[in-house]
């Protein structure tokens, strides 16, 4: 866990840093001065926990917790009566000094819970959970004119590189011009359904009608394949030879 | 013990001298009104004060900022709640007349207050790494002697948001090494100045003595460890 100091009183970042040793946690820094923790913070976004004391010189704890909302912080301080206002900040947890290696470690696991819930939550929302990846996605939402315009997939059967645009092909509905690339594009959409046949095209192969050496008929139209892409859009086919 | 005792009926102080006779090591001085006690604390090392609620027209819950930081005991007619709002409570406070479980109790409770500072706290963190131990031993010295040097100046030219701060970063050090006393003291001293509340000689003097005994303690900690700075 990566984890700063900051406190105005060089004793206490001594006794935090000790506590952090014996903890093997890696401590980033200890800063006496709170100007120069908050440029860490502003540059440094791999800091797990903030060990911050409350009343500082220029900045309090509490500029800083307002400034960095999003941080986990534990507030180590001598004044017990601004524990209230803290945990309105939701801070992980108030320690009073003079801090004891008991309640540090106390602490330093909750932080560790809160820690870990909050990358469990980030790996949700980045990728799906397992059996939800299986399932391919049956909508996309591209931006049309600064509107977000939701498109079933089964309704597109082309897609068409148009320089910094690209043209969605539909079989209802008007077509759609996107401003994005086509590698973007296929990035998410599901690979064994949309299959690159040309350097400027993407096909639904569920659309597709017949193939002959250089061409697909998809939806009526006759679409160009090059040699480099059509070995791939075989091996995607279900196909008897 | 020396105790001042603050009273004007001739009658209850000897009734006290009484019962302070059968205690010949400590010591009574007697005062009949506050000026002469607040000159007395002042002036003379006391160890704790034992005073009258009211001294005619005068009345001690109007003077007792004089009296802040020495420990004190109220006896009275009445004692009443309102004595515990004071921001330093009394220890206790009686009903005339004193009594010898009363004055046991007083003893009792001052013994209690003494105060036996140790180490044990960096030490505890150091987990025997001795550099780290001298380190952080050196650190705290440094932080005493330098309140002690800046106290004159914020006191005499009443920078009290600056003598607020001071007191603020000491009061957890004096928790680091035991003078639990002087961590409650400095403690209200904190409190009593945010109140707006002005810090009179006795209080400002006793942070000042409270602050040369933890640098006492550590000095003789260091040579005691050979913590020297090298």
Known sequence: ?241 | MTILYIEDDIIDIKNCQLLMSRHTHHTVKIAKDFDTAISIVLNEDIDFVISDRRLGFDNFTENWTHFFGMPFFIVSNQPDESLFDLVQAPIAAYQKPIRAEHLEDMLSAITKLEQEPNMAYAENITAGAPEMLREMVLILKDQFVDAVQRLPHLYENGETEELIQVIHKLISKFSVISMKDSFAFFNLVEKYLRDGLKLETYAYQRLLKDLNKGIDFINQYIDLNELHNS
């Not at chain 1, 952090?20 to 440029?39: F, K, Q, T």
């Not at chain 1, 597109?156 to 043209?167: M, P, S």
């Not at chain 1, 070995?231 to 008897?240: G, P, Q, R, T, V």
Request: with cysteine; glycine share 2%.
């Open chain 1, 1 to 241: 866990m990566n984890c700063i100091i900051v406190d105005d009183d060089v004793f206490y970042c001594k006794t935090l840093s000790a506590f952090c040793e014996r903890l093997n946690l890696n401590l980033i820094g200890s800063y006496s001065d709170p100007v120069e923790a908050l440029a860490v913070l502003a540059d440094n976004k791999d800091i797990d926990v903030v060990f911050l004391d409350i009343h500082m010189p220029e900045i309090t704890g509490f500029d800083i917790l307002k400034s960095n909302p999003k941080l986990n912080v534990i507030i180590s301080t001598m004044d017990g009566s601004k524990a209230i206002e803290a945990f309105d900040y939701n801070v992980v947890d108030y320690l009073l000094k003079p801090v004891t290696l008991d309640r540090f470690i106390r602490a330093v696991n909750r932080a560790k819970e809160r820690v870990s819930g909050q990358s469990n939550t980030s790996s949700t929302k980045s990728s799906p959970a397992p059996a939800e990846s299986n399932q391919a996605p049956k909508e996309i939402f591209v931006n049309v004119n600064k509107r977000l315009v939701k498109i079933e997939l089964n309704n597109i059967y082309l897609i068409e590189a148009k320089g910094d645009y690209v043209l969605i092909k539909l079989i209802e509905g008007k077509n759609l011009v996107v401003h994005t690339t086509l590698k973007s594009m296929m990035d998410k959409l599901p690979s064994d359904t949309f299959v690159r046949v040309h350097r400027s095209n993407v096909v639904n192969i569920k659309k597709i009608v017949d193939i002959e050496d250089s061409s697909i008929l998809i939806n009526g139209e006759v679409v160009p394949i090059s040699k480099t892409y059509r070995e791939d859009l075989l091996s995607k086919l279900n196909l008897i030879n």
